[in-house]
């Protein structure tokens, strides 16, 4: 072996290492350049194929349409259209292209050509003033001020197009010159626009023919998208809204969204990602150039590099992605003041839950304790203008004993005399203030309502056997109630039930005349209680959600208290002084030598003047029913009963000794967050807080035991933990080792799968905002009315028996009896467009006493000849303004209200619209009240005769003409007057004074109803109107 | 690790596809939405009437005949004026004399071959006011086949169909104007239709989306004929005794009768 062979140069090669090693660097540096492009940035692939699919979409869409497309454009409709607009071009084009020629070819080159050498000198005069302006010697300015002039006044050469020789002009001359060729050319320009007219308008309403009768995006709105398609870039594309430092770019996958041609995800071969958004109304509202995807929608904006950074999934982004059942939590956060927000459906059923099936007598949710809030607020602001006056007072006298201080100079005491009077109407005006916060403090106890029905009531109420059964789970006694079921024993039981039999109150109350069970059971179904109220069980169930299912009531109550209740529900057994904090017994009116008498108009504590609550806090209407009928329904209501249902002796109840505990137990549940309790008027919530909820830390909610089976099931989210806890409130205390008061308390509301996912939505809504304030939905103009409106409108449940909005049902909807005709025009009115039919005025008289008259109180004060009837709500002020102004912020009406002038009737036009009333061909007084009795038995429709102080005239008018526009299905017919030469004149046989009248038909009624006299409806029923 | 295996996969994948572009799919012309509603007068299948089937039957009544309501219109002299001889008597259950029920409507609810679109007839269907009745009390209809409403009355009607499928509308119609043609453009049995002036006033539209329909008459019996063979749920339905089902099997050129009982 040579030296040449032990040389491990020689022998031992390195090429395989080698060889490995860069092929280990290739590698590796494709895979570098694979996730360069594509590994972190999946955004791509995403891009490349919503290219390929939406080219391949437009494609066959255009087909599709242009065929439907060709069809309208060939209709003969469409051809005439487009033959009168090339008429009118053609007819236009002659004296129009005279113009273009005088613009284009002679005006446009002598401006340019003059306006060179003007513009030249003028700039030269303007550095020469500025200088003038900064120099400061005034000989310099005046040499200056020469040399303007002579420039002025120089002479320049400007050769004019279409001229032989060139002109010479002054500076002045130039000016003057191009001013007067600009003008030409702008008259000329103007007239064009005139003769074109024509022209355009049939054009535009040609195309508006076809864009009407294309549902979907015309042929040439898809050619300009597969144009810009043809341009596609891949590239990020992202919202950037700059001051609020948003950045998202949801959209970069996203890319459907906001395409003019709407995509579903069959469009895009399956693929959901590429579809537009669902709603374009919602986004022209939300405009995602200023509101982006994420304040919305959740989710992190920012992040590219992978679906489930993108959407936030990942553990501690505290915004996630609402999920699609969810989807409205997003609207939550800027939209939290409001109980219904337009279109979010979800999340209104979830803040209707949360108000209505009790949540908030636990939690404090802020907004949602509005009356109570509002006291506190209402006596603080009395507090500090109370003190604010006693300063200004004080003020002013210092000023005038100072003014009356001898030493005091005229002039000195004069102004500080000004200044105490000044001080003292300005006291006076916070007098008025305070006077007005007074009243709303008064009213506001009035407002206040519990969620439960009173305790206090309990022993006169109740059958003693029935607590226990009810206390131990109240949804096996009745199937969906709004108490939830609280894990009790059966010791706690017995003690709950003692507490609150012995708590209660033991009045008098008259013994009844038993009633007639069928009667009542009619009333029950037609007078309106079932807007609220359920009936049967089961699949069998009807009737409203918003109160109890009463199919059982039979077992439980009392008949003569029932009778009570039904008769006046607000009606309490003795009253309760806010300021005493305790109810008042004959004996403290008795010590006053007062009678023991307390409602409305009598509300003071005889001891301290404060106000009294005089009413049961429930929003259970009076529906003004007779005695008698009020003892039928609740006969009737005491025949709805199990046949085979028993109850246990219950006499244990009576032991003196299980009250305390009792008593500890209602404290530690939380009994008086939703009941009204003897002693317990004012405890506190016993809940947490949830108005931020959905976005505390996931580390702070309280998994317990269960944290680690969340996070291997992926439910240690926001969404996790409340859906968990809905289902079944206990799950936390699952293994943990407790003594009973400490396990969790909240009870079951056995809440269906919608529910949940409603409630849900609301919470996750609840954040602490990552939108700044200026996104919050806080209008200052009329929807403000809205907002608040609608707090009323849901706490009393105006819409089990009204449509406020469009897209809404009613109870009534629902009941199988109101499917005929003829029950369905027994429904209550619809109140869409209540603000622009009737007078404000009017609203706020018949909100507070809807039979509109202090005596004859039991009927309705518009609609006599409906079964079902407006109910007394005893509303307060405060809650009539904001319903008043509710309906009037609906239909856009100005305020305040000001009533519309018309035209006096003549003589012969009050004869003549008389004569049209009343005969035969006219079918208005076959339906309408006149107030007169006989004739109003067959009455199905309004009394016309008190439209003026209901109505506005100009809805009246627009209902005459077509009332199935604005209310579908209205027993009103339409077609009762046609158009004819711009007017409206009556559809049928018309009394022969109207030969030659050349006015509206409409509009004489209008002003006939407008300006009706009980002298001319004596005129009008002696005419036989009606018959 | 796993990323390398992705880079040697990407190398395999570089190396075996030679370039991108794959090829362009030729666009196919897209059959477009549902079946369009039948226009009245357009194309469309006609009952066969040599080679089909017919069905024939009577609507029975079973039971003492209720008696007939009289009609109050006592409110309104331009009705009662019309039955100066007798006074009206409400249509709602009329038993012939030989014992068979009138207005009733016989339908094929189901069992026709799907797809198939049926001519809409030209002629219209009379539905007339007249003494403040609507004559003929029942019709059937098909879809987009034209109901022509007459006012024969001297005073103001107004006709107000409430369907739940189809559009509802409330039109007024003074006497002495001209008739009104309207249609329903979905099947739906039945539609109640009255008068909100003349709340006595009550008739019923069936809308079908095929021909094969009757109206029960004098002689409650009912013919449906030129059905294709097959299977069929026949319906009748009575405003008061609400619907039956009996379901029937026919074949070419074959008569079958099918009688119906009502129970009073």
């Known amino acids: 072996m040579s030296d040449q062979d032990k040389d491990p140069v020689v022998h031992s090669s390195l090429s395989k290492q080698l060889f490995i090693w860069s092929a280990l660097l290739v590698l590796s540096m494709a895979w570098g350049l694979y996730d360069e492009v594509y590994g972190t940035r999946p955004w791509k692939g995403y891009e490349a194929r919503f290219e390929k699919l939406y080219s391949k979409y437009l494609a066959n869409a255009r087909l599709g349409e242009t065929a439907f497309e060709k069809q309208i454009r060939s209709s003969a409709e469409y051809q005439k259209m487009d033959r009168e607009m090339q008429a009118a071009e053609k007819a236009a084009m002659p004296e129009a292209s005279a113009i273009d020629k005088k613009v284009n070819e002679d005006l446009v080159p002598k401006i340019l050509a003059l306006n060179d050498p003007f513009q030249i000198v003028r700039a030269h005069i303007g550095s020469l003033t500025y200088e003038i302006e900064v120099s400061k010697s005034e000989s310099s300015k005046d040499s200056l001020r020469k040399e303007i002039e002579e420039l002025k006044n120089e002479v320049q050469k400007v050769s004019i197009p279409g001229e032989p020789k060139p002109r010479e002009m002054k500076f002045s001359e130039m000016d003057d010159q191009l001013k007067k060729w600009k003008d030409e050319k702008a008259q000329l320009l103007q007239k064009r626009v005139e003769i074109m007219k024509q022209a355009t308008e049939l054009r535009a309403k040609r195309d508006q023919y076809l864009s009407d009768r294309l549902p979907e995006a015309s042929a040439e709105t898809i050619g300009l998208v597969q144009n810009s398609l043809a341009n596609f870039d891949i590239k990020i594309r992202q919202i950037h809204v700059k001051d609020v430092d948003l950045v998202d770019r949801c959209e970069s996958c996203h890319l459907g969204t906001r395409e003019p041609v709407t995509l579903t995800a069959a469009h895009m071969g399956g693929e959901a990602v590429f579809a537009s958004h669902p709603d374009k109304e919602l986004l022209k509202i939300h405009d995602p150039e200023l509101f982006g995807c994420t304040p919305c929608h959740g989710g992190n904006g920012v992040a590219l590099s992978s679906v489930e950074k993108a959407h936030g999934y990942n553990k501690y982004w505290l915004w996630p992605l609402h999920h699609k059942e969810n989807i409205e939590a997003g609207c939550q956060q800027c939209h939290v003041k409001e109980i219904v927000t337009e279109d979010a459906n979800t999340l209104n059923a979830g803040r209707e839950i949360f108000r209505l099936r009790g949540c908030m007598g636990c939690h404090r949710y802020e907004g949602f304790d509005r009356e109570t809030d509002e006291i506190t607020s209402v006596s603080q602001q009395i507090r500090s203008l109370e003190q604010q006056k006693a300063e200004w007072i004080r003020d002013a006298g210092f000023d005038e004993q100072k003014a009356n201080d001898p030493r005091t100079k005229d002039a000195d005491a004069r102004k500080l005399n000004l200044e105490a009077n000044d001080l003292k109407v300005r006291s006076s005006g916070l007098d008025a203030k305070m006077e007005q916060l007074d009243m709303r403090s008064h009213e506001l106890i009035r407002e206040v309502k519990k969620v439960g029905p009173s305790l206090k009531e309990a022993r006169m109420k109740l059958h003693k056997e029935w607590i226990p059964v009810w206390l131990k789970d109240p949804h096996a006694w009745r199937e969906g109630t709004k108490m939830p079921t609280f894990r009790l024993d059966d010791g706690e039981i017995r003690a709950i039930g003692a507490f609150i039999w012995q708590s209660g109150l033991t009045g008098e109350l008259p013994q009844q005349k038993p009633g007639d069970a069928e009667k009542g059971k009619e009333a029950f179904e037609t007078r309106g209680c079932m807007a609220c109220h359920s009936m049967e069980e089961g699949s069998k169930k009807f009737g409203g959600t918003f109160a109890a299912n009463l199919s059982r009531e039979g077992e439980k109550a009392n008949y003569d208290y029932i009778v009570r209740w039904v008769h006046n529900p607000r009606q309490r057994t003795a009253p309760y002084c806010t300021f005493e904090k305790r109810d008042l017994s004959k004996a403290d009116y008795d010590k006053h030598n007062l009678p023991y008498v307390f409602d409305l108009e009598h509300s003071k504590c005889p001891n301290d003047g404060h106000e009294l609550q005089v009413q049961q806090m429930t929003p259970m209407p009076s529906l003004r029913l007779t005695e008698d009928e009020a003892r039928d329904i609740a006969t009737y209501l005491m025949t709805r009963k199990r046949d085979n249902a028993t109850y246990a002796n219950a006499d244990y109840l009576d032991d003196p000794s299980l009250k305390n505990k009792g008593l500890g137990l209602v404290r530690n549940y939380g009994c008086a967050g939703c009941h009204e309790i003897s002693g317990l008027e004012e405890e506190q919530r016993i809940g947490t807080e949830l108005t931020k909820e959905g976005s505390k830390p996931i580390e702070r909610l309280d998994f317990a035991l269960l944290g680690h089976k969340a996070e291997d099931e992926g439910w240690e989210t926001h969404k996790g933990f409340f859906e968990h806890k809905l289902q079944d409130p206990a799950i936390y205390d699952t293994g943990k080792e407790k003594a009973k008061q400490d396990r969790l308390k909240m009870p079951n509301f056995n809440f269906s799968k919608t529910e949940i996912d409603a409630v849900d939505t609301f919470l996750e809504g609840s954040v602490d905002a990552s939108v700044p304030q200026r996104y919050f939905y806080a209008p200052t103009d009329q929807r403000q009315d809205i907002i608040d409106g609608w707090w009323v409108v849901r706490k009393y449940n105006c819409m089990g028996c009204h449509r406020v909005h469009v897209a809404q049902t009613t109870t009534f909807d629902t009941i199988p009896r109101y499917q005929d005709p003829d029950w369905k025009d027994q429904k209550p009115p619809t109140l869409i467009g209540e603000g622009a039919r009737v007078r404000p005025d009017w609203l706020m008289h018949f909100l507070n006493n809807p039979a509109l008259s202090e005596n004859d109180t039991n009927r309705d004060g518009v609609r006599q000849y409906l079964k079902v009837r407006m109910p007394t709500f005893s509303f307060s002020d405060g809650e009539i303004r904001k319903l008043v102004r509710f309906f009037e912020a609906l239909s856009s009406q100005a305020q305040p209200f000001i009533a519309e002038e018309l035209e006096p009737l003549t003589d012969q036009e009050r004869v003549m619209a008389r004569q049209l009333f009343s005969s035969e061909g006219a079918p208005c007084l076959k339906c309408h009240m006149t107030g007169d009795p006989k004739h109003d038995v067959r009455a199905t429709a309004p009394n016309f005769t008190v439209a003026k102080e209901r109505l506005k005239p100009g809805w009246t008018k627009r209902w005459m003409l077509d009332p199935a526009m604005m209310s579908p299905g209205t027993a009103m017919p339409s077609g009762l007057f046609r158009h004819e030469d711009n007017r409206w004149v009556f559809a049928g046989p018309t009394p022969p004074s109207f030969n030659g009248y050349p006015k509206d038909h409409a509009d004489l009624l209008v002003r006939y109803m407008f300006q009706f006299t009980p002298e001319e409806l004596g005129r009008l029923r002696s005419a036989g109107a009606g018959n | ?264």
């Open chain 2, 1 to 264: 690790m796993k990323k390398i295996w992705m880079g040697i996969g990407v190398v395999c994948a570089v190396s075996l596809v030679s370039c991108g572009g794959g090829g362009t799919e030729a666009p196919k012309a897209d059959a477009g939405g549902g079946a369009a509603a039948p226009a009245a007068g357009g194309a469309g299948a006609v009952p066969d009437e040599a080679n089909g089937a017919t069905i024939t039957g009577k609507v029975m009544f079973d039971g003492t005949a209720p008696k007939e309501k009289t009609i109050d219109m006592s409110a309104v002299p331009a009705c009662t004026r019309a039955h100066a001889n007798a006074p009206a008597k409400s249509e709602e259950v009329i038993v012939n004399d030989n014992k068979t029920v009138k207005y009733a409507f016989v339908w094929i609810k189901s069992g026709l071959p799907e797809g198939t679109t049926w001519k809409v007839p030209s002629t219209p269907v009379m539905l007339d006011q007249n003494g403040c009745m609507y004559k003929p009390h029942v019709i059937g209809i098909m879809a987009g086949q034209n109901i022509e409403v007459k006012n024969s009355d001297p005073t103001n009607h107004n006709i107000h169909p409430s369907p739940t499928v189809n559009q509802e509308w409330n039109e007024s119609q003074p006497p002495g104007s001209e008739d009104k043609m309207k249609t329903f453009a979905r099947q739906e049995v039945m539609i109640p239709v009255k008068c909100n002036v003349h709340n006595w006033m009550r008739s019923y539209i069936g809308v079908v989306s095929h021909p094969f329909f009757a109206v029960t008459g004098d002689d409650g019996s009912f013919t449906i004929k030129g059905l294709p063979p097959g299977t069929y749920t026949l319906e009748v339905w009575h405003e008061k005794y609400g619907t039956q089902d009996q379901t029937i099997t026919v074949g070419a050129k074959e008569s079958k009768t099918q009688d119906f009982t009502i129970k009073g």
